[in-house]
């Protein structure tokens, strides 16, 4: 960062050139891998220049920058995402010169209401002619007006800020998302008391979808206790269908963040008869009625202080709300919502009272970080709905998501679950299989006091998917292929009998020659091809072409487990390029390994690279005896502990240059060794999937063992 320009005795305000940024954050803003910046730089004489170094790092002016990628549409990032992002570091650049967090997001974020309420630019108003519209606009002061008002220095630093408000509503495509854009920045802004008990983008949006809002009837009434600074209600706006005409209702403790909601839902276009936020912890339901959604997630407290009754106690206010249809979701921590508790205890009764009364629908473990400020808060969410008493399933689902990455496909087949359990009448479709759920009856956690309200195993309709009755056929199979591999490797024995190399001392007159593989690329006897950088997310189990990498050739990965489709290959990679058969795919991270791809038509992935072997080389080159001899040769020159790469690299490793004729019994012997080492592959694979198959099955409770024939170690009778 260059040092502020004072203005005139004013605030501060940043230079020209305040935002400066290295190549990691070129990076970032064009959502490329760190390399690639670097790369720009060197091959593109028209990428800017550095404007200073730190450090030796370079440093660029990232308006520059962003006007670069713009220009030349380099990245992955949209233009109007730039251009916001270029505005929002300025923000950030005029908050470290002094202006107060607080002070700048609400300024910025009235303006932009502002300008929306008014459908007109703010940039080249004079302040009090802003003033007197905001004063019209809200008249008692209840969201806007204010933050205006507290804006210091006014003449030098509100004409500023209102271009700036004009530059992020045009680079958005709606006033609501630019006002978004500028919430999101509020960690880098400082303004840590917006963000720090707010969950994360991901589980608000699933929030929303947990509790169905894509389905209610049009005026309806969606609430949310403890609004904070709005996230769970705008994530419930954008669920919901447009001109849908509902009602939201806030409750907000903090008159700021009470402001700033109203101002937040006013600027994405509910209108204030439709908008009623209270500061306080009480819904206004006098005027609205009972809501027909009510989202929550309820304040956090230190585990320290945290008392398990009172947060189920808060739970049960909340439920007050509820009328006979109307649905709860709740976030709250986990050791009250799903942990096991004291036998009996106050909490315990309490928390059973929830499936005495038919309320509770789903419990859900959600995996860690659903506060990005609260790393290590563990969380849950309970589904609540109010149903008539003949009408009650006695059924609730149990979810267990602690162990699963928090990403939006894993919040995508949480919500998918529970809109069918929903749909279901929260009775359960056997048509339907559960992703780390179960349906268990409410009276058999209620007959267990104090257990936990997490799936222990299968519910009676999980007996009936598809994976758990196809499970006796797939182990048929397998069993049946293990029996051809074995009846094969015994033909094959009697056939060829045992495994003879021939290996025998070398005459001291017969001295081996030696090479280098940088002396064999030289000689145009290998030729070298780079792996290519391919996007995880463009890696499945099922595409067109194999990928070879790293992974493979060090055994994390089966050869063929990772592809990559077609399409992809010839549009997001249309300069990639396939093995050929016999190439060698060599990587020497995070260790030295080789493999030789005998098909060919594969993808290889850096840091692994290709060594090909020329066709008409002479003497010729043997792919299996060229691998065998690189890895014994690695293994004299590995890398020490503590060492930052291997005593040799690649193209230093000597080895052997044989002849052809002993290259090629070589090449047989390995060809031999190989054949017999896939079909050990081939049996060990098939026992892995026997192994798991049964485990699962035993594991859940829908598998057993009967009419096992005498195996070694057995002892007893089968029945």
């Known amino acids: 960062m260059s040092s502020p320009t004072p203005v005139d005795g004013a605030p501060i305000l940043p230079g020209s050139l305040a935002w400066r940024i290295g190549y990691a954050e070129i ?10 910046p670097t790369t720009w730089s060197r091959r593109h004489p028209d990428f800017p220049a550095p404007v200073i170094r730190e450090g030796g790092s370079p440093l660029f002016d990232a308006r520059e920058v962003v006007d670069w990628l713009i220009r030349t549409g380099r990245g992955n990032t949209e233009p109007r995402r730039l251009q916001a992002e270029a505005a929002l570091h300025t923000l950030s650049a005029w908050r470290s010169s002094g202006l107060p967090a607080p002070v700048l997001v609400g300024a910025l974020t009235a303006l932009i209401c502002l300008r929306q309420q008014y459908d007109a ?14 004063a019209d606009l809200d008249a008692d002061d209840i969201f806007l007006l204010s933050e205006l008002r507290a804006v210091p220095d006014p003449d030098h630093l509100g004409p500023a800020l209102g271009a700036l408000a004009d530059e992020l509503t045009e680079a958005a495509y709606t006033p609501a998302e630019a006002f978004d854009w500028v919430l999101e920045a509020r ?39 403890y609004a904070r600074s709005g996230d769970l209600l705008a994530a419930l706006h954008t669920a919901v269908p447009e001109d849908s005409g509902h009602t939201y209702l806030a409750a907000e403790p903090d008159p700021t963040l009470a402001r700033l909601v109203r101002r937040r839902m006013l600027v994405r276009g509910v209108f204030e008869f439709s908008l009623d936020v209270a500061e306080g912890e009480e819904l206004a339901t006098d005027d609205w009625g009972n809501p027909d959604v009510l989202v929550c997630a309820l304040p956090y407290e230190a585990g320290e202080t945290r008392s398990t009754r009172q947060v189920l106690e808060r739970v049960q206010d909340l439920t007050d709300y509820l009328a006979e249809g109307s649905t709860a979701v709740i976030l709250g921590p986990a050791d009250a919502l799903v942990r096991s508790l004291p ?36 969380t849950a969410v309970w589904l609540l709905a109010r149903t008539p008493k003949d009408e009650r399933a006695g059924r609730v689902l149990l979810a267990d998501y602690s162990t699963q990455p928090l990403t939006e496909p894993v919040l995508d087949v949480l919500a998918e679950d529970i809109a069918i359990w929903r749909a279901s009448g929260w009775r359960g479709d056997r048509r339907h299989q559960l992703r780390n759920a179960a349906v268990v009856p409410a009276k058999e956690l209620d007959d267990r006091p104090g257990s936990a309200f997490t799936p222990q195993h299968r519910s009676p309709e999980a007996r009936y998917t598809r994976v758990v009755v196809e499970r006796p056929v797939r182990i048929a199979d397998v069993e049946r292929h293990l029996a051809e591999l074995d009846e094969g490797a015994t033909r094959w024995a009697g056939v060829d009998g045992p495994l003879k190399t021939g290996a025998v001392l070398r005459p001291e007159d017969q001295p081996v020659r030696r090479t280098t593989v940088r002396r064999l690329l030289k000689d145009r006897r290998l030729r ?19 990928v070879i990498g790293p992974e493979e050739i060090l055994g994390a990965s089966r050869f063929g487990s990772r592809r990559i489709d077609r399409g992809l290959v010839l549009t997001a990679y249309e300069h990639a390029q396939f093995t050929e058969p016999g190439d060698l795919v060599v990587t020497t991270s995070p260790r030295f390994g080789v493999h030789v791809d005998a098909e060919g038509l594969s993808v290889v992935i850096t840091p692994a690279r290709v060594l090909r072997i020329h066709p008409d080389a002479d003497p010729p080159v043997r792919p299996r005896v060229l691998a065998a001899l ?13 060492a930052v790469r291997a005593s040799r690299g690649i193209e230093d490793l000597s080895v052997p240059d044989l002849g052809r004729e002993e290259a090629e019994r070589y090449e047989a012997v390995l060809a031999e060794i190989e054949r017999r080492a896939e079909l050990l592959r081939q049996q060990s694979e098939a026992l892995d999937d026997l192994a798991r198959i049964t485990a699962a099955g035993m594991t859940d409770g829908t598998l057993t063992i009967q009419n096992l024939p005498d195996l070694p170690g057995l002892t007893g009778t089968n029945h």
């Open 187 to 225: 960690r880098r802004l400082g303004s840590h008391d917006l963000a720090a008990d707010e969950p994360t983008p991901a589980v608000a949006r699933a929030l929303a979808a947990l509790a169905g809002v894509g389905t209610l009837p049009d005026e309806s009434v969606l609430a949310t206790p």
């Open 630 to 642: 690189l890895r014994a040769a690695a293994s004299d020159h590995g890398r020490t502990s503590g």
């Open 27 to 36: 990076a970032a803003l064009a959502q490329v891998k760190r390399p690639v």
């Open 121 to 134: 630019p703010v940039g080249e108003c004079v302040w009090g002619d802003l003033l007197a519209q905001a």
């Open 343 to 378: 036998r009996h205890g106050d909490a315990d009764r309490l928390r059973r009272f929830f499936l005495d009364e038919g309320l509770l629908k789903a419990a859900i473990s959600l995996p860690d970080g659903a506060f990005a400020y609260r790393p290590g808060y563990r």
């Open 528 to 546: 070298r091809r780079p792996g290519h950088r391919i996007a995880p997310e463009h890696l499945s189990s099922d595409g067109h072409y194999a």
